[in-house]
């Protein structure tokens, strides 16, 4: 279609790769001193939209003083930045000069800069405050995403052509969920190890992405009034080890005194499972009966029940029946499942989802699928921020002001003291509730910083064992004892220095522990980062300490996002990298390097189970 | 494949299967003569008549085309399908489940191929197999730079770059983009001095260059007023 495509991002990743008109590398975490730049540059020439932000945002004055330095003293130039970025002066000044030439749109995968890094919440606000700076919501001057539409369950966040309904199974659903914050007593996940190992916690806003915008200036705390401690833990296909924060901290939680029990069920003995006291095993898709909705795929929003396509094997059951299982032995059956058998339940999603107008119940199954059709006036839908850009008094944003607050002011209300998540957005180097940048003190030790994308050849912990894709050098790197290890992105530079090969094996370390990888010596990560997939099988050499995995998690923060905020943390930190010494670590772990492992597939349970499968 | 150094980096993927050549190594190698050209051209290695002594491996000189399955004890390639071409399909299975069009299958009596035969070229052209797998849009080497102004601290946009090949006088030209960047990417193999000129600046020579082996990366270039 023409349209230029520059790509910021510490790797050159693989739509970058095809792509991009230019890739412009950046340090992991630093994009909010690379948004600020712009706006220095926008305010200093005049280049942005005066007009529109006289009348579609507030606080732009509070802002123009941080950026200019005429708060701290500190202009926020491209001089400024470029050694905190890694990218180059006067790439900046080129970028925010064509960034206000042009009707500029920023897309993102699912959160880009804007999450899952230490104080995350700065270059998400910024982003948002640089696309307003230019008109957000003018025709080509938006903000898109490339994934995951059906997330926040409105047909608004739809991507085009939108579906004429919006399917729901959730009338059928069974799970728990995380909208349940009625509950006296919950605990976001990202604070369940420190819960467990301090005891107590406290926290603001329930963690949950579509909860009202007030609910984060709500306090909550472990125990809450009146309730219990952790005593036990049910879970059911875990990986908080190898996906979550700190998950070294988390195996010190599961083996903690206080926690009397845990209890998992999951198809396969890996990851948590390796914590439980009793693992059940569970069916996959293919041995059961269910239906189902895919609202994430774009254009193809799919209803389509679900036939097992062979009996379960062993003993396993589903979750549902062994939470039935359960239910029944407490008393609780007829209320868990309301009297529905499972045929019942599945007729019910059908009955509520939204298509049961659109396709018969005998048409569904004869058929095995249903597309929803386009809605009819899918043209017609406003783009994007359009109505607010051409009408911000009717159409105001979901702020206090209905406005784009470049001083926000609800935290200007509930935190206004807070240096970690100030009013107006700033660049946060290092603070109490991290220390995960190359100019904090750490570095000296930690000089590189670890970016962890969702895995290419995975989905979180997912198909860790699929031996083709683990042939793949990408996904896979067999070392010289014949293990396969995670590739960790490094570039030559980097290797150099460290004496590091292509194929190397290697461990990446802070405070928190070591995991063990392959060097993919590699031109496309930016000198001074490294990268790795998070997800890797747990695999540990030492338990709570050395991983052989490549569970990159297990060193991640543990700290949320910020002082007030409970996010995750799980890229965007500092750690150092060295080669290893297979042969020593063998002989200093004798046991561990013994354990089996499945050639191809990788850490089975043969490895954990004492005297074999 | 991955090419270029940080940060003018691309990857292109190169698709290698078998190339049914019309002159196979791995026909002649085979002690079995277990490996035949069907007057189709097609390839076919007998499951029944190979008896697992790899020479053929050994004699194709490309990258992993034929493979070794050690349950049956035989080498195993590409077929074109073939069985299900014999049942009336009209091309493979890897050409039709292609999302981008990437592959084209057909007969060389089609006057669509015969057009793409026509601008099409072996990827080993230094071999003697005689292919009947052509390649369209082979990328070739790139020169690849940045040139900025180091006392004003900006990208110099529309500099003339002149890579010249030393023997053979061709001259391949590019002009800077707004991040001062230079990447002509269809640059023939040789050597090559490069010329950057932008009125109002002294002009810069770079080079000689190879641009044989690798991708060439000159970096970044700084002009000054003149």
């Not at chain 1, 510490?10 to 690379?34: E, F, G, R, S, V």
């Not at chain 1, 799970?175 to 349940?180: K, W």
């Not at chain 2, 991955?2 to 085979?30: D, L, W």
Request: net charge negative; with cysteine.
């Amino acid at each position: 279609m023409g349209i230029k495509q520059i790509y910021i991002a510490p790797d050159c990743n693989y739509a970058a790769a095809i792509h991009a008109d230019k890739w412009i590398p950046i340090l992991p975490n630093t994009d909010a001193a690379l948004y600020l730049a712009i706006a220095y540059h926008w305010f200093k020439n005049g280049t942005y939209d005066k007009e529109y932000l006289e009348t579609h945002a507030v606080g732009v004055e509070q802002f123009e003083d941080y950026v200019m330095g005429r708060t701290d003293g500190q202009p926020k130039s491209p001089e400024w930045a470029a050694p905190i970025t890694g990218v180059p002066a006067r790439v900046i000044k080129a970028l925010a000069e064509e960034w206000a030439s042009k009707r500029t749109t920023v897309v993102i995968g699912n959160g880009g800069p804007g999450i899952r890094g230490p104080y995350s919440h700065e270059p998400a606000r910024l982003q948002v405050l640089c696309l307003a700076m230019q008109g957000l919501g003018k025709p080509g001057c938006n903000q898109a995403k490339m994934i995951e539409w059906g997330l926040t369950n409105d047909i608004k966040q739809m991507s085009q052509p939108a579906p004429a309904v919006l399917l729901s199974l959730w009338p059928a659903y069974t799970g728990g969920s995380v909208r349940d914050t009625n509950h006296p007593s919950f605990l976001p996940k990202t604070l369940v190890p420190k819960a467990i190992l301090e005891g107590k916690c406290e926290w603001w806003g329930c963690e949950q992405e579509m909860a009202p915008r007030e609910n984060q200036f709500v306090h909550y705390k472990y125990p809450a009034d009146g309730c219990s401690q952790i005593h036990m833990i049910w879970t059911d296909s875990p990986s908080w080890v190898t996906s979550w924060n700190d998950g070294n901290a988390f195996t010190r939680a599961m083996r903690h005194p206080s926690i009397e029990f845990i209890f998992a069920q999951h198809p396969w003995m890996e990851d948590d499972c390796l914590f439980a006291d009793i693992i059940l095993p569970v069916n996959t898709k293919l041995e059961e009966d269910d239906i189902n909705s895919d609202l994430f795929g774009g254009q193809m929003n799919l209803l389509f029940p679900e036939y097992k396509c062979t009996e379960p094997l062993g003993e396993s059951k589903s979750d549902y029946e062994i939470v039935c299982a359960i239910a029944e032995r407490l008393g609780l059956l007829e209320q868990y499942t309301e009297g529905l058998t499972i045929e019942d339940r599945i007729r019910l999603g059908y009955e509520k989802s939204g298509a049961a107008h659109l396709i018969s119940w005998e048409e569904l199954n004869k058929r095995g699928y249903f597309i929803v059709p386009v809605d009819p006036d899918w043209e017609k839908a406003p783009a994007g921020l359009i109505e607010f850009y051409e009408d911000p008094e009717h159409h105001p944003l979901s702020t206090p002001t209905g406005k784009l607050e470049f001083y926000s002011t609800g935290l200007a209300e509930h935190f206004p003291d807070d240096d970690e998540r100030p009013p107006v957005p700033h660049w946060i180097s290092w603070g109490e509730t991290h220390q995960e940048s190359l100019d904090s003190p750490r570095a000296k030790q930690y000089p590189l910083l670890v970016v962890s994308n969702h895995p290419r050849w995975g989905v979180h912990a997912q198909h860790e064992d699929i031996t083709w894709l683990r042939e793949i050098e990408t996904c896979k790197m067999r070392g010289p004892d014949g293990y396969l290890y995670q590739p960790l992105w490094i570039n030559p530079v980097d290797a150099a220095k460290r004496g590091i090969k292509h194929g190397d094996i290697v461990g990446i370390y802070n405070e928190r522990g070591m995991v063990l990888a392959a060097a993919y010596v590699t031109e496309r990560i930016i000198p001074g980062a490294v990268s790795i997939d998070h997800g890797a099988k747990y695999d540990p050499i030492v338990l709570g300490q050395i991983d052989r995995g490549g569970a990159i998690n297990t060193i991640t923060p543990g700290n949320t996002t910020s002082r007030h905020v409970c996010g995750m943390v799980v890229s965007g930190f500092l750690a150092e990298v060295e080669k290893v010494d297979l042969d020593k670590l063998r002989a200093k772990y004798p046991e561990a390097f013994a354990r089996k492992f499945h050639p191809a597939a990788g850490p089975s349970i043969e490895g954990v189970l004492k005297g074999g499968a | 494949m991955e090419r270029g150094t940080f940060p003018k980096v691309r990857v292109t993927y190169h698709h290698m299967m078998c190339q049914h050549c019309q002159e196979a190594p791995c026909i002649e190698a085979c002690p079995s003569h277990a490996i035949y050209r069907r007057p189709d051209g097609i390839v076919v290695i007998d499951p029944e008549k190979c008896r697992g002594h790899k020479m053929c491996i050994a004699a194709c000189p490309y990258e992993s085309v034929i493979w070794f399955n050690d349950d049956l004890n035989i080498a195993q390639k590409c077929t074109f399908c073939a069985h299900l071409l014999d049942q009336g399909w009209t091309e493979t299975r890897c050409s039709d489940a292609c999302p981008t069009g990437a592959l084209t299958f057909g007969d060389e009596e089609d006057p669509k191929i015969r057009e793409l035969l026509a601008r099409a070229e072996p990827l080993r052209p230094d071999l003697p197999t005689r292919p009947r797998v052509l390649y369209l849009n082979l990328p070739k080497k790139w020169i690849a730079g940045a040139v900025f102004d180091p006392e004003a601290d900006i990208c110099l946009e529309g500099a003339t770059v002149r890579a010249a090949n030393t023997k053979t006088g061709q001259i391949v030209t590019a002009v800077t983009d707004n991040y001062g960047d230079f990447w002509p990417k269809d640059v023939p193999e040789g050597e090559y001095v490069i010329t950057i000129e932008k009125e109002g600046y002294l002009p810069h020579k770079v080079g000689p260059v190879e641009v044989t082996a690798a991708d060439v990366n000159v970096g970044d270039i700084g002009l000054w007023r003149g």
